[in-house]
Each structure stands twice: as C-alpha cells, then as structure tokens.
C-alpha cells in the first residue's frame, strides 16, 4: 500500500473525527473571572461570608455542568478599575446601590478601557428599575437584571453572556440550536430567565443520558445545548431571527413591547404572525401578564403562558417536551390519543417499522419528526426532513422506508466505532461493541475499540476491492465487574490460597455474577446463538514492555445448547474462569518476572462472535493467523520492514501457540519464505476447531474443554481445502497447485496468495501499515477469514485482535569483519534482542547428542525445575535446545510456558540435522520473550548462518546434570551482543573482545 493511499485514508479520518469530536470545539469563550463591582454592605450580603461563589458552584453542580466561575468582588470604581488593568475578567457585574450614578459612569470607563468587556448591571430592589429600563437604561451596559435574592439570576446572567459570545460560532460549525426569547421587562426576565436555563440544561441532560454514549462523551455533548438569546424589542429580534432562522429550536415572546421606537401592546401577536409566515413549523410560545391573550395565541397556532402564574416553571417544561422535541416522541392516533412513545432513536426506529399509516401522516404532516430530531441536535437530518411533503412520494411507504433510513444511518453515525451502553436493539449489529458492564476495557479492549474506530472511520474498501476489513461482533464486561466480584465474595486473597489452581477454579465457579450482568447476557444469548470466544482484557494485557500474551485463558463455547438458562451457564463460567486465570501459576510466575503485584491487575473480559462456518458437527474459520509489521528474520530481498504474517487453517490457537504454519510477506505474498522442498516437511497436518457435539461443558480444561483435533482428511470433506491446499507430487518431487490429483496435501494457500483468489495480502498489509502508523511502532495482529463472500459481494478480513511490538531502544551494531569465530560460543544471523550483557556466567542446554524429541515434556519440566532454581539464586541465563521453544506441539520443540523459563536472558532455537523447525514467530511465547529484550535466537544448520561451539561448551564446569540437561557455570562472565538492526548476535567467550557502536 502506498503512502499517499495511506495519508488519504488517514484524511479520511481526521475528517470524521473531526465530526465526531465538534463538541470539543462548542462554547470555545467561557465565563471563567466575574468582577463584582458593589458596596462593602451589599458585597457582604451577597457573598454571606464569600458562600456567594459556592452558591453559584452549587447552581453549576446541581445542573452538572462544568466550569464554575470564580467571582472577585470590589467596593469602589476605582479598585474595579485596578483590577481590570491588572487581572483578565470575562465580564463585570455592576451592583447598583445607592449612588445609582457612580455605575453608571463606572460602566461608561469600564468600555473605554475595554469595549468588548461584558457589563451587566444588577439592580437592587424592584422599585428601582424603571430608573434603568426602557429609554433609561445605560448606554454602556449590556443587560439590567434584579437581585431577587435567588442566586441561579447570577447564574443566567452567565450563561447569556456565554451564549451572546458563542452563538455564531457554534451554530457555524455545530449547528446548535438557537431559542430566541423577547422580553422587555427586567422583573419579569430575572425571574423568567433563570427556570429558562434550568430547564433547558435539565432537558439536555435528560436527552444525553437517554443516547447510547459513554460518560467521556456525555460532557461535551452538553456544550451542544441550545443557545438563548434575548431581544427587548422587534427590530432586535426579528435581526436575530433571520441571523439564525435555520437554527430556531422555538421563539418565546411577550406581547408588549418596543416596535419602531414606540411601545406595540401587539407586538409579540405580530411578530409571532411573522415567524409563522417565513417558518411555520417553528414552535412559538407566546407569554403575557393578560390571560385574556390566550386567545390569540391559540389563533396564532402558539402555545401561552400567563406570567403571574404559580406553575410557570412546570408550563414551561410542559411546553419544552410538547412542542421542541424534548422528552419522549409521543406517537398518537388520528384523534391525538397516546398509543406509544420513543425515548431514543433506537427505538423509534423500532416503532417506525409497525406504526400505522395513519399515525404516520398525522406526526409527518406536522413535522413532529423534524422537530423531535431538531431537539437532539441532528440539525442536518432535521432539516432534509422539513423540506420533505407526502405529496413528494408514490406512497407513505416509500417516505416510511426514507425516514427508517433516515434514522438507521443516525443511529450508525452516533455510534460507529464506539463502546456503546448495553441495548438491546443494538446487539446484532456488528459495528458496534456493546458494553456488558462498566470500568476500564483492558489491554485488549483498548485495540478492539482503537481498531473498530478506525475500520468505521476509513474507507478501507476504497483500496481493497474485493476484501471488508471488520471486526467480529464484540461485547465487554468491563473491569468494574471484576473488582465488584473479588470484593462481593472476598477472593482478594486468591493469589494467597496454598490450595492448588483446580480448587481456586472450583472457588470462582461457585460464586455468582451481579445480577445486573446475569441480566445483560440473558438478554445477549437470546439474540446471538452462534459459538462465542471467551477472552481475557486485562489491564495489563498488550502493554509495551510486558505484554502479559498468552497469560491468561480463552474459552471457544458452541454456544449451542437447547436450554438458554445451560448457555448462560456456561458463558458466565467462562468468564468466572477468566477471572480466576489472573491466580494461576503462570500468570504468578510471570508477574514474578516482570516485577508486577497480582493486586496491580484488573480484568475485563472480551465475548467475540467466532469466526467460521459449521461443517458437520464442528465449527471453524478457513484461515486465522497473526501478521506483524516488522521481520525479525528477513530472507532474500526482504527487508524487516516488509513485516511477515503466519498463518493457519482452523481456530487461531493453532498459530499462537507455536505449531506448524505457513510464512509468507504480505507485501509479496507470491515469493516463498520457504523453499519448495522444504514445504512438504514443515506444513500443517491438523487443525483445531469448536466441537458443537459438546453441549454439556466443564470448562475446568481451558480451551481443550470444547475444541475437537481434525486432520486435512476432515478438512477436504468439508470441502475447505479447495482454496487453501496443494498437493505434493512424489513423482516429480514437487508441489502442484490445487486438490485435483492424488497425493499428499501440503497447506500453502497458493491459489490466494500465488494466484489471485482474492487479494488477502494486500489486506493484511494496508491493515498493519494502517495501525502501525497510527501507533507510531511495529505491531502484531491477528486475524480470521472465512471463504464465503457477504452480502456486498466481498470477502471479509475479521481482525481479532491489535497489540504493540517492542523494539528496545539500545542498540549495537556488530564488527562483523573483526569477529574471531574461534573466540565465539555462539553467532548467529537470525537473531532478535538489542544491546550487551557482560554478567552471564550460566548456561542451560539440551544435550545435543542425547536429545530425544519424545521426551520434550519432560525436558519442559526439568527446565522449569532450572528456571525456579536460578530465579530463587537471582542468577540469569542462556538457554539453548532444539526446535521451537514454546510450542504448544512437543514434537516441534520445548513445551516450554515463559515462567518456566522466565530468568534466562537468552533463548536459542537450535536447528538439529535431523531435526529442524522454523522460529516460532507469531506465537504468544514469541511475544512476551521479545517484548522483554529476552535474546531470541536461530541457530540454523548452515554453518555460515549461525552456529554453538557445543564442545566448549561441554568442557565448562557442571553444575547439574539431568538425563537431558546440563547446567554449566563459566568462572567468568560471557559478552552478549545483540545487533537487533542486523539480527547479528554473538556470545563470546571470557576475555574475548568484540567491537561494537552503541
């Protein structure tokens, strides 16, 4: 994949999230430093011993908004003046006392010395406003309110001026709503404006909580508030009518006021007259002291409040949720009568489905949809809707499918690439991961949501062709279980238990889930019946340095059994067995290797949809593997950078855990990283797959506890080998693509990756040159592909799973020309590891001559017996042996797991001449060995490439001898050196000299 398609895609997603996040950039100018200007009596009496800036606090909590501003009060003109040279303010507020003339001229000096600084003027007492109203009212003050003694006016007075400052930015780049409130009396708009705000933030929040959005998202969501302005008089507010017509949530007026210089008492009948001309969806409300003009205002199609009433705030709600889209969408009948509601678009969309024509015309004739979308910001979508007639289809079915459209693709839109609350209607689309339970998603989860971000926000398909890159259908239970859980039934202590794994098992098994989480995955099993990956995410998992890979357990369940209480069972087993995983021994010895507490690790656990098909009574995906971006062991022409991906057929286990399987670069997927001759003796011979005959499950065995070995036998039943076999041809000693002769089956997926089936290697390169770029390292995924095509026609690219590779930063580059191979106990060419070590002094080997690959258990547990040894000695070493170190198969090498081998500081995979396997790259052992700078060495059978001086190494005194093993101690430290740019590594012996640049 090129760069320039890369930097494309990458535009691409700056773009959408830049859509996504325009909250941020909502409400930019906030009121952050308020000067109150007053006297040393009525600052005393406001401040109350300073409680004047907690009652504002306690305003802003209790509406759960953010950025509470700090007040500083002054006494006189001239300190406010000071403080304004010296201090920046957002705005002044001037409280009037009993020398009303000084504000007035404090106002004036205020705007000289800043004229864009707010100044607001608060009046004392009722009596006392006609002298600053109407044509009185100050040339340089912004707006005049009264003290009522209530401190949520401070709180409009605020939030006005916030919204005066950002309503045309916002409305520009957000499309915020916009309330346009007209009201000329100050008593009336001190008291008017506060339950305004009140109920609009309260409103909001209610609208939020109801979306599928996490709490991260919630805050910002409220800068999205609608906006109020208020105009005093006609002109005033007809001038920001049509400023911001588009963006008019509804229009607030009073009936009395300032038209043409002179006071109208109709001027709020007409101006509402006016708006229901150029907009007549715009809701409108028409307020008066007078209740005799309800009348007019139900003429007008407005709906009235009478002023002096007692349940005006109540009003007001009622008018919000009934007219402005707030609240539910109430769906009624001809006759008006409520037959439904809809509290998100979610479930709207539900109701759309089965809603009567009937019920359908009476809400689009009156652009009810519209107004509802309108309230909760979808601005765009409301509007392409207003312009849309019934007149304007065949059918209200056509416009039912558009609206249903409509509201699918918001609901997309609003969610795609996010963890979204648990929702029902929500559970069988896969492009969105569902959380089953709150907290931290853990190492795993994080690359699941970063990579499903990224696939719903780039347009792979644009560069792909005939591939869609996806992720299974994905569900979390986040951490807050899991520490609820230890704490309900008191297994904090688990890690301490002498008692032995099985026991603690059995421990977690008895004790129950939340009934909250019960509940969730009751609800998910009835919709998902496919088989399921149970999978560990702990916090810890896919860190930099200690990766944690491998650690801790998967289950693969049917998922299958006629009884969905047996289901749930199994499921919740499955993850009570993850959690218990965090308390078994490997996970202990490797906490113990990498310095870590049991008490530092928190677990989320990760339920997938499998990936694969059902043949007979299994269930198993055509291909899985793991792909990384960079190549530790590049041949030929390749360069590391070319990356290299392993691959299987069958359950992914197959390749982590180190057996057989085909390499290739995905940037060259036709050359062969091994030589043709060599195929036939390193290709797999069986898989694993999901046994559906096991419907009652103990899942004390871990993964074996449901999965089934199959053989190609099975495979070419099936009919799976077609795309993904050669044969080898015994005549002709050679391998002839396709399943057509007879013969030995040899799994080189050669009609894909040599000819062309569809272009999977071009996939996995743009997806690891996409996510290396975006994680700024290399980086290892893996990934399921199943040979059926989707409904789009194109074949689908699961990615399971995103996690770094560590490259250490120390490196050595090697004097190759200077090195004196007499002088070295070992060199090779296919090395991994950066930097120098001159404090070995023991080595671990498998004896080369007495070497019998039947007995690799064994020589496993002699090693850990080692490894624990040395640990307890705080001795590192070097470990050598034949095969691959790790492996799952004990007939490729060391069955080895990392804490049985977690104090050696290098690890040699020793080539025999009868017995020769290659590197076990994309392996969970792989991952954690290389991930801790743990020398990992080949040493090939050509002599040139690498090689151990194994009589040296005999000659050195024994510290042990086991019937496999020797353990020997140089009386003076080896050099290690590691040439991780090159994979050039040396180990020489005591006194030798090797050049080296750091």
């Given amino acids: 994949m090129s760069s320039s398609s890369i930097s494309d895609l990458f535009d691409i997603f700056s773009e959408n999230k830049y859509d996504r996040d325009i909250y941020h950039d909502l409400m930019r100018d906030k009121v952050r430093e308020v000067l109150l200007v007053a006297s040393l009596f009525d600052s005393f009496t406001l401040e109350r011993e300073g409680r004047l800036s907690e009652a504002i606090f306690g305003e802003y ?118 309330i346009l409130l007209i009201e000329d009396s100050i008593r009336y708009c001190s008291r008017y ?47 920001l009518f049509e400023t911001y017509r588009d963006y008019i949530l509804c229009v607030i007026s009073d009936v009395k006021y300032s038209r043409g210089g002179q006071i109208d008492p109709e001027a709020g009948v007409s101006f509402i007259s006016y708006v229901k001309k150029v907009a007549p969806d715009t809701p409108t409300l028409l307020q008066s002291s007078d209740v005799e003009n309800r009348h007019k205002a139900e003429s007008l199609g407005a709906a009235f409040i009478h002023k002096h009433s007692h349940s005006i705030g109540r009003d007001l709600s009622n008018f919000m949720l009934a007219y402005c889209g707030f609240g539910p969408f109430v769906f009624r009948n001809t006759w008006g009568e409520e037959i439904a509601s809809a509290r998100n678009l979610e479930e709207f969309e539900a109701y759309l489905h089965v809603m009567s024509d009937e019920t359908f015309l009476y809400h689009s004739s009156r652009n009810q949809f519209s107004t509802w979308l309108m309230a909760r910001g979808e601005i765009r979508k409301a509007k392409e809707l207003r312009r849309l007639k019934i007149s304007d289809f065949s059918s209200v079915d056509e416009m039912r499918r558009l609206l249903i ?121 009835g919709q998902v019946n496919t088989p399921l990956a149970v999978r560990s995410s702990g916090i810890l998992e896919d860190m930099l340095n200690q990766p944690f ?59 997938q949809r499998v990936v694969g098909r059902r043949h007979e009574q299994t269930f198993y995906p055509d291909i899985s593997g793991t792909a990384q971006s960079y190549n530790y062991y590049p041949v030929s022409s390749l360069r590391p950078e070319d990356g290299v991906a392993t691959m299987a057929m069958g359950l992914g286990r197959y390749v982590v855990e180190g057996e057989k399987a085909f390499r290739f670069s995905p940037k060259y997927p036709k050359m062969d990283l091994v030589a043709p001759e060599h195929q036939m003796e390193n290709a797999q011979q069986h898989f694993y797959a999901i046994d559906l005959c096991r419907k009652d499950l103990s899942l004390i065995g871990g993964e074996d506890s449901s999965c089934v070995t199959l053989s190609l036998e099975d495979a070419e039943r099936h009919g799976s080998l077609q795309h993904l076999a050669s044969t080898y041809d015994y005549q002709y000693s050679r391998i002839v693509p396709g399943i057509l002769r007879p013969g030995p089956r040899v799994l080189n ?17 743009t997806v690891l040159n996409i996510v290396r770029e975006s994680m700024r390292t290399p980086v290892e995924i893996e990934f399921a592909v199943n040979l059926e095509k989707n409904r789009r026609g194109k074949f689908s690219f699961h990615v399971l799973q995103i996690k770094p590779l560590v490259q250490q930063a120390e490196k050595c580059s090697i004097d190759v020309d200077a090195l004196d191979r007499e002088q070295l106990v070992l060199y090779t060419e296919k090395g991994m590891g950066n930097g120098r070590n001159e404090t070995l002094q023991d080595f671990v080997f498998v004896d080369p001559d007495t070497f019998d690959k039947a007995q690799t258990v064994d020589i496993a547990r002699q090693v850990g017996r080692l490894n624990e040894k040395l640990r307890s000695e705080g001795r590192e070493y070097i470990l050598l042996g034949p095969g691959r170190w790790g492996t799952r198969d004990p007939w490729l090498g060391i069955p080895v797991n990392f804490g049985q081998i977690s104090n050696s500081r290098v690890i040699a995979e020793v080539a ?52 496999h093993l020797l353990h020997v101690r140089i009386d003076r430290p080896v050099t290690l050196v590691m040439d991780g740019t090159r994979g050039i590594s040396v180990i020489a012996k005591p006194g030798a000299q090797i050049s080296t640049q750091i």
């Fill in 912 to 963: 025999l001449q009868d017995f020769r396997i290659d590197s076990s790259l994309g392996s969970h052992f792989f991952h954690n060995v290389t991930s801790m700078n743990i020398g990992y060495f080949t040493i090939p059978a050509r002599q040139e490439q690498g090689f151990v001086d194994w009589s040296w190494l005999k000659s050195q005194p024994v510290m042990e001898r086991t019937k």
């Fill in 549 to 607: 890979a491998g650690i801790y357990v998967t289950f693969m369940l049917p998922n299958n059994h006629p009884d969905l209480e047996v289901r749930e069972r199994q499921l919740c087993d499955a993850v009570r067995l993850v959690y218990a995983s965090v308390f078994s021994p490997k996970a202990r010895s490797y906490f113990d290797a990498v310095n870590y507490q049991v008490e530092e690790e928190k677990m989320a656990v990760i339920i």
């Fill in 61 to 178: 909590y209790q509406l759960s908004l953010t950025s509470a501003p700090r007040v500083t009060s002054v006494s006189s003109p001239d300190k406010a003046l000071e403080w304004l040279r010296n201090r920046r303010f957002d705005m002044v507020i001037l409280m009037v006392g009993i020398d009303r003339r000084a504000n007035v001229d404090l106002a004036a000096r205020i705007k000289r010395l800043d004229p864009n600084m707010p100044v607001l003027m608060l009046v004392n007492n009722n009596k006392d406003i006609h002298l600053f109203s109407g044509d009185n009212k100050p040339e340089h003050v912004d707006w005049v309110f009264v003290w009522n003694g209530d401190t949520p006016v401070f709180l409009a007075m605020i939030k006005l001026m916030e919204d005066r400052i950002n309503v045309h930015r916002d409305t520009q780049i957000g499309m915020v709503r916009v």
């Fill in 193 to 239: 404006l506060p339950l305004l705000y009140s109920e609009v933030v309260k409103q909001t929040q209610v609208l939020i909580s109801e979306e599928n959005l996490d709490e991260v998202n919630k805050v910002p969501r409220m800068r999205a508030r609608p906006k109020v302005l208020l105009a005093t008089n006609y002109e005033d507010a007809q001038k």
């Fill in 749 to 765: 997926f050669a009609d894909i990756l040599k000819y062309n089936y569809f272009s999977l290697g071009n996939a996995i390169d």
């Fill in 405 to 525: 459209d409509y509201f699918h693709q918001l609901t997309y839109e609003r969610n795609r690439g996010e963890v979204v609350n648990f929702d029902e209607a929500l559970l069988g689309d896969s492009r969105y991961i569902t959380s089953l339970a709150g907290g931290a998603l853990g190492g795993k989860g994080r690359g699941l949501l970063f990579i499903n971000n990224l696939l719903e926000r780039m347009e792979f398909s644009r560069i792909l062709g005939d591939v869609e890159v996806d992720l299974p259908h994905t569900a979390i239970i986040g951490t807050d279980e899991f520490e609820n859980f230890l704490s309900r039934h008191r297994l904090h202590d688990a890690w301490r238990s002498d008692a032995d794994f099985e026991s603690v098992q059995e421990r977690f098994l008895s004790c129950r889930l939340s009934d909250g989480l019960h509940a969730r995955l009751r609800t998910y099993l």
